[in-house]
Structure formats: structure tokens, C-alpha cells
């Protein structure tokens, strides 16, 4: 029997009444084929179903009923599920309650039960708890919505805008030692997002995205593409939406400790990673930026002279003439196709080019968009969302189908034809370019000024209510315009990709790399990348990267980003051997130098001092020699939702006591150690000047750590459940391994 959320019950008058009604009832009152419930309660109404295994999916509108035409991440069906592959819920359900008796549904393992609470003296409201059933048939309390006595309702609506969109706070209790994982992609050293708020507003390198796997063995989503706040508190989790239609959220269970499981659940729910292209398993080379066709070319040959592996090089922006032309300046690329053959003759690899979804007045393609309706307005007038090298620009309006066929046909005719397959999906965060506004591009001078965020008006809504969709209507655009090109269903294995610098909830059912953003090229920024990439991983991101070497100088760092400096040259090899062990391999950057101008200063593995060329290459080597076991990760995450980026919760929190413990108050050792797969622990060095690195070694499972950790450079064995200190030479990143290394190599692992 566990602990039927105690801390709740002290604290909180509320829950001990769930727990009063709960006594009453008797097992012939669980209904357990039901196809859900709707609750009316005063104006409100709250519908409830069954939704995929072990999870209930409930929506909740004042007055009007949704139209049915409400922007959704969640399947319907759910991809797995007893109802998966027959027709959608809809709006079904088959009892109507007022709540006044407690009502019981049960699915799977979770069990949802209305109950009533006093909001002030002999006053109650009707609200909504979550059990796990656990083997022996007792009932642990997942989650209730809260409210404290009389306090804020805890569905609240409330409208301050001329018309009927509203606003939601959604409150839901929690207990201090929950721990919340999950919740997109932020740069905040944080595995445990407990205590924190987070803005559902994105930025450059930050993805807020409601979506949380919680320590307590359940899984949530708030379905909402509206801007707004997620909460997670000591006695509360909330969720706001600041204006919308409906509210609509999915919770699901799993035994405690089982995230895989949770993970299964919900990606089948959101979305199921598609098998990337084999070819995308090695090495991608990036730098900002290849100016021309000629360097273009000039830098394949030398990965082929040199006899360095690469998979795809990428055409970074401004290679354009105007933004929004969606082709390349026949300038300066005058052979697009010459040069997609020669690039593929001497390296193999496919080619990447970044397209922004900046439309400039001089474009030729600026006045078609206007007439037809395929850019985005605003609140106030004309839709300039900001401004770049002394011209308006304006977005694309990717929430628009048609807006997306047409960036799709410029892209398919001036890239795809010619030989470039894939896109990088740049500053596509909606709103002010996904940056506080700035005058992009130009003064320095005025970026601090506080000016609102640009209220940009989509097709599918205003930024406040929909603006949450417009990275992944993005994604969205090149997964339509790839699947048709190539005639393959969503779903299936890629043939090439996009990349993008955001995304949302199931953004990983698209071809689509999501990366950490522009980051800083400091010490500091590389160990903050490895728990954003953990929360990605855990918001069911698998395919993910970031810059090797982080993307711009840090202005307060005289070195940062300096190829020529060995301090920033020691950071380079450290970023790069870590970035092996990452879901894609990607290396990119604005570097400084002292000979070149920036914008054109090298950052070719070759170009960080000759006592480092081989240590670089030697890890684009071990990424390729490591490709049968990359592709396995993919295979399962494809399958089953398995998370590739593996925090330590997810293999020890069972197994090691001291494991949550540690996430608990996000300790190096969970924000900065995790497992690659089932068997490499990877816990990269992420400070300057070090020769060793000290390493905490989780209990395996087994219960007293037989099952050894071995480490990859000297196949030393440690036993698990202790602290180790490693040699770690500047040419060793620290792994350890779990099983023989040539299992590993062969990609036999699952
Ligand atoms: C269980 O509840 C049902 C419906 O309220 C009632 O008919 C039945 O007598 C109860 N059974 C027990 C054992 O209390
Ligand atoms: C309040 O509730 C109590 C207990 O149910 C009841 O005895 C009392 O009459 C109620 N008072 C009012 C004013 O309704
Ligand atoms: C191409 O770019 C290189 C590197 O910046 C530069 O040196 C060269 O002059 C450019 N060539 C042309 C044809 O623009
Ligand atoms: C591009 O290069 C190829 C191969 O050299 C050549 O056959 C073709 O005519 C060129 N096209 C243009 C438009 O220059
Ligand atoms: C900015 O505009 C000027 C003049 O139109 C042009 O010469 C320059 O190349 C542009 N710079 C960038 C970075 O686009
Ligand atoms: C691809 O797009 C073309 C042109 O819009 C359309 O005619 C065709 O049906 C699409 N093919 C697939 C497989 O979707
Ligand atoms: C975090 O928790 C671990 C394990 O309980 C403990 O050793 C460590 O001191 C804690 N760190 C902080 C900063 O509280
Ligand atoms: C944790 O990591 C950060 C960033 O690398 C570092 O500044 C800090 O010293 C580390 N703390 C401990 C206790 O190792
Ligand atoms: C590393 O140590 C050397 C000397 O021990 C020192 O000169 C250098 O500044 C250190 N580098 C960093 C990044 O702290
Ligand atoms: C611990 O290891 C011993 C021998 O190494 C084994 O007999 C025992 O079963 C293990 N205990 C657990 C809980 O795994
Ligand atoms: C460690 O073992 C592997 C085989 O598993 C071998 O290839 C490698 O050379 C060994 N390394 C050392 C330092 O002995
Ligand atoms: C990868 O797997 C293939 C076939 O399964 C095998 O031939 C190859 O040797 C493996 N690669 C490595 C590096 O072990």
C-alpha cells in the first residue's frame, strides 16, 4: 500500500475529502467501460474519457461547446490503446453527471473520480481526482485539482477581452517532493523543474512546451496552443492559457519508476519519432557561414582529402538575396546542382540549407504573399514584426495550408530539384523572431527597450491564443513538402530532414531535428546544454542537437569563441568529443578569430590547432563506428517512444537510492551525467584546465551494484553506487559502459 499522498492530505483540507468520498464508494460503482463522462457544472462543462491505455482525456468550456475544430497535438485515437485504429472519440460519452454523487471511472490502471470539496463554509464545487491502481488493488493519488479554501476556483475562466475567448488557470495539487521532468526545452541547469515557473512564450533557445513526466509515475499534457504559464509549485501545478476556446488536457499513468512506460503512453499520444535517414547518424558540419558555391565546394574537398567523414554540410542565411526569396542568390551559388554532385562525388554527403520565415517588402515573392493572404498582420496594422538591415519584415504565415504549399513549391524549385533536400528551419519561433524585439540585425542600441511582444494575427488565431503552433506549423510545412516529394507517409522511415530551432508538443512525429538554440560559446552554456537536452529528451524530443562549441561569443568572455585562443580551443574538443554521444553529431558556429572577419572565421575540425585535428576526427570516427548502436536507439524510440537521452531517473531511480535524491535538488551529477542508450554513461567534462573528472556511477539494477561499469578509455571496472575519479585527459571525454563493447558496436543491445 503506498502512501496515499500524505504531505497532500496535511496540508490541505481538500484532499482529505477526496479521501472521505473515496471510503463510501464500492468497486460496483467503478464503471469501466465507459466512453467517458460530461459533467455540468453551472455554466461549465467538463468532458471526460478513457483516452489510449491507463489515461483519461478531459476538456472543460464556460457556455459555448467547442466547435470540434480546435487546434489539437493529441491523436484521436491515441497511436496505441484499446481504441487505437478505431474511430475517433470525438466529443462521445455515455454518462451525464452533476457531480453531486461521486462518480468513478477506471481505465487500465488510472481511475478518475469526481468528488466535492467546501470552497467556504457548506459550500462546495465539483472537482476531479486521479488514481494509480496499483498490483494489489489500493489506490495512490496522483492528482487532484486543487483549490485552497476559499481561493481561486481550481478551473478558473475568466475573460478580458471584448469577445468570448477566455482565459484558463487550471490548478492541480502536488506534493514538495514531486519532481517534474519534462516541460520542453530551457536553459536552466534543471533535470527537476519542481518550484520553477516557465513562460509559454518562445525564445531563442527556449522551448516551453506543457508536457511533464512526474516522479509521482504519471505523465500530463496541456493541449493548448495558446501563450500562457506553467507553474510548479509546493502544493500546486498550474497551467494558464491566456485566451482560448477550450481547454483540453491527457493525463496517463505508469507504474512508479516505469518511464519507459510513461514515455510509450505518451508519445502515443503525441507522436512517434520516424527512423531518421541512416546518413544523418554521422557527422553534420555547419558553420556560420559558407558564403559561395566555390568555398562551398573547396570545403567538401578538403573533408575528402583529409579523409574526414561528414554527412551532410549546411548553407547557413544570407545566402539569399532578400529574406523570404526562399532560393539562393544566383550570385554567388551560381550551380546549385554542379555543386550538390560535387559535394556528394567527393564527401557522400546530402546538403542542408536555412531558410527563415522572414518575408522582406523586396522580395519578388512579397507581394503574391500579400495579395493572397500568406502573411502574418498584427493587432495594429501591417504585420511588420520587425525590422532586419533596414527593411520590414514580415512572417510567412505557416498556420496557413496554403501558405505552406507555397514556401514548400519556392523551396522544392530552388533547392530540392537542383540537389538540397533538407532545411533548416531558422528564428521560425513566431512572433518577434523568437527574439526579445531588437530591430534584428541593427542598433545595438535599443535592444533593451521593454517593447510588448509583436501580437502577430495567424489564420489560426491571434500569437496570445495560437501562437504555441507556429515553429511546429513549421515543421509541418517540410514534413508535408518531404513526404510528397519523396511519396512516403508521416510516420514512416525518413528520407531527409528539416531542423528546427523550435518545436511543441509532438513535434517529434515530424523529419525534424529540434536544437538548443544560439548559445553561448563559455563553459558555463555547454553544461546547461546537457539537462536542456535531458528535458527534450523527456518531452519526447529524441531527435535532438545543438552547436558544438556552442553558436556566438559571449561579449563578457575575451576568449569565447576565439579559434584562435586555446582557451576556447580546449572548450571546442571538450563540446565536440560530448556531442558524440548525442542523438545527431552537429557542429556549428559564429566564430571569432584573429586574421578573419567573423562571419568567416574557420570552424572546420582541422582549425583548432594541430595538436587537436586528431582528436576531433578521431570522435567523428567513433560517431560512425558507433552507428549500429545510434540507429538501435532510434529503432526503439521509433517503436516504442524510447527516450535516447536517458537522465539517470529513468535506469537507476529504482536501483539507487541515491538517484532521486540527487534529481531531487538537480545535483551536477543528474543535470550533467546520463545514459546514451541502455549502455553508455556519458558524463562529459565541463569545466577548463581538468586531467581527471570525478564521476558518480548509479547502482545498476541488481540491488547492490554487481553488474560493473566499465570505462571506455582503460576498461577498468567500478562497481556501481559510489563517486570515481576518472582520468580524463583532454583527448577522453568520460564514458563508461554497461556489457561488453562489442555488443555495443554491434547495435545488439534491447
Ligand atoms: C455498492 O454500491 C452499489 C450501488 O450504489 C450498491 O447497490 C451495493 O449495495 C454496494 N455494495 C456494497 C457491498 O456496499
Ligand atoms: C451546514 O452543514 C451542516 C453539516 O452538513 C449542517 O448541519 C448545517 O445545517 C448547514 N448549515 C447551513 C446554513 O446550511
Ligand atoms: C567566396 O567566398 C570566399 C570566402 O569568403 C571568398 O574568399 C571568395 O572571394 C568568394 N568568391 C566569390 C566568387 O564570391
Ligand atoms: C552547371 O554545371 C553543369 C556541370 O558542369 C553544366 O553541365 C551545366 O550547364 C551548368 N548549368 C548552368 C546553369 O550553368
Ligand atoms: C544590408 O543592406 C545593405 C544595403 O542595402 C547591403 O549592402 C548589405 O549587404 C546588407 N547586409 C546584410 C548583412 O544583409
Ligand atoms: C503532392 O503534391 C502534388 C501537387 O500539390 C499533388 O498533386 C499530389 O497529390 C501530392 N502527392 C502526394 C503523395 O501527396
Ligand atoms: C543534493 O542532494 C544530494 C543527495 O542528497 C546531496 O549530497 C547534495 O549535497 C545536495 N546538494 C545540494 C546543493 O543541496
Ligand atoms: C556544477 O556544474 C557547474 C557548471 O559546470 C559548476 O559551475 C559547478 O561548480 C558544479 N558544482 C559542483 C558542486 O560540482
Ligand atoms: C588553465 O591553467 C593555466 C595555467 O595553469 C592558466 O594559465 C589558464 O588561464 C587556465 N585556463 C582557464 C580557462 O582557466
Ligand atoms: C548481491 O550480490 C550477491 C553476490 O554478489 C548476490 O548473491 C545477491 O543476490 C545480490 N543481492 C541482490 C539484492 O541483488
Ligand atoms: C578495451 O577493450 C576493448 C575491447 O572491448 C579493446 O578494443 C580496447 O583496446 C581495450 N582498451 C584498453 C585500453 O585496453
Ligand atoms: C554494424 O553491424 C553490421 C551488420 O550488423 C556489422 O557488419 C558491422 O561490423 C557493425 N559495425 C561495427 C562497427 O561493429
Not at 471526460?48 to 491523436?75: C, H, K, M, N
Not at 515543421?475 to 518531404?482: P, S, T
Amino acid at each position: 500500500m503506498r502512501s496515499f499522498g500524505q504531505l497532500a492530505v496535511a496540508a490541505l483540507g481538500c484532499v482529505s475529502s477526496v479521501a472521505a468520498q473515496y471510503r463510501h464508494l464500492n468497486s460496483s460503482q467503478i464503471h469501466t467501460d465507459s466512453k467517458g463522462f460530461r459533467l455540468q457544472h453551472g455554466f461549465e462543462t467538463v468532458l471526460v474519457q478513457p483516452y489510449g491505455y491507463d489515461g483519461f482525456r478531459v476538456r472543460a468550456w464556460p457556455f459555448r461547446p467547442p466547435t470540434g475544430d480546435e487546434i489539437s497535438f493529441l491523436y484521436d485515437p491515441p497511436l496505441e490503446g484499446p481504441e487505437a485504429g478505431a474511430a475517433a472519440h470525438g466529443m462521445n460519452y455515455d454518462i451525464s453527471t452533476n457531480g453531486l454523487e461521486p462518480l468513478r471511472l477506471r481505465n487500465g490502471k488510472i481511475v478518475v473520480q469526481t468528488f466535492t470539496a467546501p470552497v467556504r463554509n457548506n459550500v462546495t464545487n465539483v472537482r476531479l481526482a486521479f488514481y494509480r491502481v496499483e498490483d494489489d488493488g489500493s489506490e495512490t493519488l496522483l492528482t487532484n485539482e486543487y483549490q485552497p479554501y476559499k481561493a481561486l476556483n481550481p478551473r478558473y475562466y475568466s475573460w478580458n477581452g471584448p469577445g468570448y475567448e477566455f482565459s484558463a488557470a487550471f490548478s492541480f495539487s502536488t506534493t514538495p517532493d514531486e519532481q517534474v521532468y519534462g516541460t520542453g526545452q530551457q536553459q536552466d541547469h534543471l533535470v527537476n523543474k519542481k518550484g520553477n515557473t516557465i513562460d509559454l512564450i518562445n525564445f531563442n533557445t527556449h522551448i516551453p512546451t506543457p508536457m511533464f513526466m512526474s516522479s509521482k509515475g504519471y505523465g500530463f499534457v496541456w493541449n493548448s496552443a495558446a501563450e500562457g504559464e506553467m507553474e510548479f509549485g509546493a502544493l500546486r501545478n498550474r497551467f494558464t492559457s491566456r485566451t482560448t476556446t477550450l481547454v483540453d488536457y491527457a493525463i496517463t499513468t505508469a507504474d512508479e519508476g516505469d518511464y519507459d512506460t510513461l514515455q510509450r503512453r505518451l508519445t502515443a499520444m503525441t507522436g512517434r519519432a520516424p527512423q531518421p535517414p541512416d546518413w544523418t547518424l554521422g557527422y553534420i558540419h555547419s558553420k556560420l557561414r559558407y558564403e559561395n558555391q566555390t568555398e562551398f565546394i573547396q570545403l567538401a574537398q578538403e573533408f575528402h582529402d583529409r579523409n574526414i567523414p561528414v554527412s551532410m554540410l549546411v548553407i547557413d542565411y544570407q545566402s539569399w538575396v532578400h529574406q523570404g526569396d526562399w532560393g539562393l542568390d544566383p550570385a554567388l551559388w551560381p550551380n546549385v546542382s554542379y555543386m550538390a554532385e560535387k559535394v556528394k562525388e567527393l564527401t557522400g554527403a546530402e546538403i542542408m540549407a536555412s531558410l527563415w520565415p522572414s518575408v522582406s517588402d523586396a522580395s519578388d515573392n512579397y507581394a503574391t504573399m500579400q495579395m493572397e493572404g500568406y502573411l502574418a498582420a498584427l493587432r495594429s496594422g501591417p504585420g511588420i514584426t520587425d525590422s532586419w538591415n533596414g527593411s520590414y519584415i514580415r512572417l510567412v504565415d505557416s498556420t496557413n495550408p496554403k501558405a505552406r504549399d507555397f514556401l514548400w513549391s519556392k523551396l522544392k524549385y530552388n533547392y530540392y530539384d537542383k540537389g538540397i533536400k533538407n532545411f533548416w528551419i531558422d528564428q521560425a519561433d513566431g512572433g518577434n523572431l523568437g527574439e526579445a524585439y531588437q530591430n534584428n540585425g541593427q542598433s545595438r542600441y535599443i535592444e533593451s527597450i521593454p517593447y510588448p511582444f509583436a501580437d502577430a494575427l495567424y489564420h489560426a488565431g491571434t500569437q496570445m491564443s495560437v501562437g504555441k503552433l507556429y515553429p511546429w506549423a513549421h515543421q509541418q510545412a517540410l514534413e508535408e513538402g518531404l513526404r510528397n516529394v519523396t511519396n512516403t507517409q508521416m510516420g514512416s522511415p525518413c528520407d531527409q530532414v528539416s531542423l528546427s530551432r523550435s518545436g511543441y508538443i509532438g513535434s517529434q512525429r515530424f523529419c525534424s531535428i529540434v536544437w538548443s538554440g544560439d548559445t553561448t560559446s563559455v563553459w558555463e552554456t555547454l553544461a546547461k546544454q546537457v539537462s536542456a537536452g535531458l528535458s527534450a529528451a523527456a518531452t519526447g524530443w529524441g531527435w535532438w542537437t545543438q552547436d558544438i562549441g556552442g553558436f556566438e561569443k559571449d561579449q563578457s568572455v575575451w576568449w569565447s569563441a576565439n579559434i584562435d585562443t586555446p582557451e576556447f580551443r580546449e572548450l571546442y574538443v571538450r563540446w565536440q568529443q560530448w556531442a558524440t554521444f548525442l542523438p545527431f553529431m552537429r557542429n556549428h558556429g559564429s566564430r571569432d578569430c584573429n586574421t578573419q572577419d567573423a562571419f568567416t572565421c574557420d570552424n572546420e575540425p582541422w582549425t583548432y590547432g594541430e595538436s587537436n585535428t586528431p582528436t576531433i576526427v578521431s570522435y567523428i570516427n567513433l560517431r560512425y563506428q558507433l552507428v549500429n548502436y545510434t540507429r538501435a536507439l532510434f529503432s526503439q524510440l521509433s517503436a516504442t517512444g524510447r527516450m535516447i537521452m536517458r537522465p539517470l531517473y529513468m535506469d537507476f531511480g529504482m536501483t539507487d537510492p541515491n538517484i532521486m535524491e540527487m534529481t531531487k535538488n538537480n545535483s551536477n551529477v543528474t543535470t550533467q551525467q546520463y545514459m546514451y542508450g541502455p549502455r553508455m554513461l556519458v558524463t562529459p567534462v565541463t569545466l577548463p584546465n581538468v586531467t581527471e573528472w570525478s564521476v558518480y556511477l548509479p547502482q545498476t539494477a541488481g540491488g547492490n551494484g554487481t553488474q560493473p561499469w566499465t570505462y571506455w578509455w582503460t576498461n577498468a571496472t567500478y562497481a556501481g553506487g559510489q563517486s570515481v575519479t576518472v582520468p580524463a585527459p583532454l583527448e577522453h571525454v568520460p564514458v563508461f559502459h554497461l556489457g561488453s563493447r562489442a555488443d555495443i558496436m554491434s547495435g545488439d543491445v534491447f
